[in-house]
């Protein structure tokens, strides 16, 4: 399947399970002052989860930007030198507002991934907060005991900032080892394991003096990585490979007269992966309303701009070249 045909079935199936499509918000966070930039699908609804916002349906679908480049979510180091995180990515995502809840998010998410995937099932772990036996239990419905693992609160319990809606979570990693052997390596940092999806079920509020709050109801919050999904549906080893970013990186290659070269330490590698990755935050970060700058969100983009830069003269490339990579993201 191509990377557009993976997104439309996402939305396609949960719209058939009752969910209203609705768009991405901006990377830019207007109007919410605890972010600089919408790192996860669930900032647009955190109002909803806090009960001081409504929206006239209880079930949505949708493929959130997420920029994770500052603050508690930050991946910018590992951009270039690994396969699988990005500054930017899409987040498809399901929500309940009060509405289902662990028994409808984890039976739709097994669904979505075996039955219209046709994933292997042998090739998927889940994890789970570790006191959190409800979704233990649900997960025994479809996996080994042998594939179910608990975490402690760095892995399975998710928060979008120091302060905010949050609660325990349930993620489901994909084995790539060739003898299905990754159940230790899940949550190892590896790429022969990664994490795929995670199901937050919010129950909680942070609040700034650290106490967790019951929130009055309790709300579904899940978010796939877009760029994982494409890799593994269409059987990569890197999130590079797929036609997300083939089109971008060749288009360097032209400019540079160079061939990408998918070996990690690789410099030319490093190099077209960087600017593949950056070029994409760039520009959906200036066309959301922010602008490379001295301070604050400004600041961050022109680090990720000069970054960008940088790794484009250890190509040759000496002219300014990154602008012209827009015209390919369009
Ligand atoms: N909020 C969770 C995450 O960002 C799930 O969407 O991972």
Redesign the pocket.
């Known amino acids: 399947m191509t990377s557009r045909q993976i997104r439309q079935a996402f939305l396609d199936f949960f719209a058939a399970r009752g969910h209203r499509i609705v768009p991405s918000a901006p990377v830019v966070p207007h109007g919410d002052p605890t972010l600089l930039f919408t790192n996860?699908?669930?900032n647009q609804f955190k109002d909803v989860f806090l009960g001081t916002g409504k929206r006239e349906y209880t079930r949505a679908v949708d493929t959130q930007k997420c920029i994770r480049v500052s603050g508690k979510h930050n991946d910018l180091e590992e951009v270039g030198y690994d396969t699988y995180h990005h500054t930017l990515f899409e987040?498809l995502?399901n929500w309940s507002f009060g509405d289902y809840f662990k028994e409808e998010a984890i039976g739709w998410s097994w669904e979505f991934l075996t039955s219209e995937l046709q994933l292997p099932k042998d090739r998927l772990h889940a994890t789970v907060y570790r006191t959190d036996d409800e979704s233990y239990e649900i997960w025994k419905k479809y996996l080994p005991e042998s594939h179910i693992h608990r975490f402690d609160e760095k892995d399975n319990f998710?928060e979008?900032g120091d302060t905010g809606p949050c609660g325990p979570?349930t993620e489901i990693h994909f084995d790539r080892t060739p003898d299905l052997s990754g159940g230790p390596l899940v949550n190892a940092g590896v790429p022969e394991v990664i994490e795929i999806w995670?199901n937050?079920f919010i129950q909680y509020n942070r609040t700034s003096d650290g106490t967790l709050e019951d929130l009055p109801s309790r709300h579904v919050?899940?978010?796939m990585g877009f760029e994982r999904l494409c890799a593994v549906m269409q059987k990569k080893d890197s999130n590079y490979d797929t036609d997300v970013f083939q089109p971008i990186i060749a288009f360097t290659e032209d400019l540079c007269g160079k061939s990408y070269r998918t070996e990690l330490d690789h410099p030319d590698g490093v190099a077209m992966r960087v600017i593949a990755d950056h070029i994409r935050t760039l520009s959906f970060a200036i066309a959301d309303g922010a602008h490379p700058g001295n301070e604050g969100r400004g600041y961050v983009l022109r680090r990720i701009l000069r970054r960008a830069a940088r790794y484009a003269r250890n190509l040759g490339l000496t002219e300014p070249v990154l602008w012209k990579h827009v015209a390919i993201l369009c």
């Open positions: 996860a699908g669930m987040m995502g998710w979008m979570c995670n937050v919050d899940t978010g």
